[in-house]
């Protein structure tokens, strides 16, 4: 049987981060349910950096990313993580106050933007209906390499000794003395110190194993269809275009376009899928918003961000009980977020002080500790 400090429980994005973080001061084993890295959440990301997104602690963890995606740790990859992009949060006449209040938060965040007409924002975008009237442009929101990031975290952190184990679903979880015994699928088991509970959608469930009280987090299922775009125009450098109340969102992906009606559907925690009423409500705000004429979707999927009630991430200690440590509820942030929400859960896992340069993002324990949903 396997013992070690740190049993992480999922290999997406977030298990894979703090995994990697912890074994530069500990020994750590990841264990994953499916039969694949990322498979669920990870592997269904619309692939967005974009540091107005979110809410304060969301954006404070985004920003302290920034430099990571800019120059990742040497062999973690050998390409840029980022590519530019730009944003561009677009409104209707009703609907300039909320630009305005966006236009307020981003200058909050120290992010370059700039306010532009609605035929600025058409120039950029040319298939927006005159209806458009104005728009904030984030110059520096990116595309994120989501596989280079997630598949980054796992070479560096089984370089640094993680044992990754997959088809290794949770069975049944103990308490032994100062530690835990974690049986595993396929009659297989592992002692540890210290759980860390990175299960996204199945969070609370594994709290429930360990007899912990659930932290009330929430899957909720978004959908992602892929269309073709007008023949004739070059769309590769358009930038993803965002409606100022999130009603729906779309930008350029391999040639087509790559949309969401942004819906936030509570779900139990499954393999989610694509519902047709939500494909028609996305293509219907597409159709009302651009000159877009969609008769056929190339391809859909649905994807579960689980969010915590005041909708920022879960990450410390349980309050309740000793060596089961929370890294969950990232909702659909968890890409962008990964550098800086690593280093903070691995500094409070192992009961160290934040570093200065997150303390200097804003960062602090007192928002994510598990505690503040009791």
């Not at 649905?302 to 309050?319: C, E, N, S």
């Amino acid at each position: 049987m396997r013992h070690c400090d740190y049993l992480v429980i999922g290999s997406g994005i977030a298990g894979a981060s703090i995994a990697c973080e912890l074994a530069d001061s500990a020994s750590v084993v990841v264990v994953e349910r499916e039969g694949s890295h990322g498979y669920h959440t990870t592997g269904r990301s619309a692939a967005m950096f974009i540091e107005s997104y979110g809410n304060a602690w969301i954006r404070r963890l985004t920003g302290a990313s920034r430099a990571f995606f800019d120059a990742p740790p040497d062999g973690f990859c050998d390409h840029p993580l980022l590519r530019r992009r730009g944003c561009l949060n677009i409104a209707t006449r009703d609907q300039l106050p909320a630009l305005e209040a966006l236009a307020a938060d981003i200058g909050a965040t120290g992010s370059e933007m700039r306010a532009i007409s609605g035929e600025a924002a058409r120039a950029r975008v040319p298939i927006l209906r005159p209806d458009v009237a104005a728009a904030v442009f984030e110059p520096g929101s990116s595309d994120i390499d989501t596989h280079g990031l997630h598949a980054g975290y796992l070479r560096m952190g089984r370089s640094r000794g993680v044992d990754v184990r997959l088809n290794a679903g949770v069975e049944r979880i103990e308490r032994r003395g100062t530690g835990w015994r974690i049986a595993l699928a396929g009659g297989d088991a592992v002692e540890a110190r210290v759980i860390v509970n990175a299960a996204g959608a199945w969070s609370d469930a594994i709290a429930g194993l360990a007899g912990v009280r659930p932290a009330g987090l929430e899957p909720r299922r978004r959908t992602v269809i892929l269309v073709d775009p007008p023949a004739g125009l070059a769309i590769d450098t358009w930038p993803t275009v965002i409606d100022v109340d999130e009603q729906f969102y779309f930008k350029p992906e391999s040639g087509r376009l790559l949309a969401s009606p942004a819906d936030e559907t509570p779900s139990a925690p499954v393999d989610a899928a694509p519902e047709e009423l939500d494909i028609a409500v996305c293509i219907d705000r597409l159709q009302t918003t651009t000159t877009l004429s969609i008769g056929h979707v190339r391809r859909s999927w649905a994807g579960l961000r689980t969010f915590a009630p005041d909708r920022t991430p879960v990450i410390g200690y349980d309050p309740d009980m000793a060596d089961f440590f929370w890294f969950a509820g990232q909702g659909g942030y968890g890409m962008q977020t990964a550098p800086a929400a690593a280093r903070l859960g691995t500094a409070l896992a192992l009961e160290r002080g934040i570093s200065s340069d997150l303390g200097e993002c804003g960062l602090e324990a007192a928002p994510f500790c598990p505690s503040r949903l009791r």
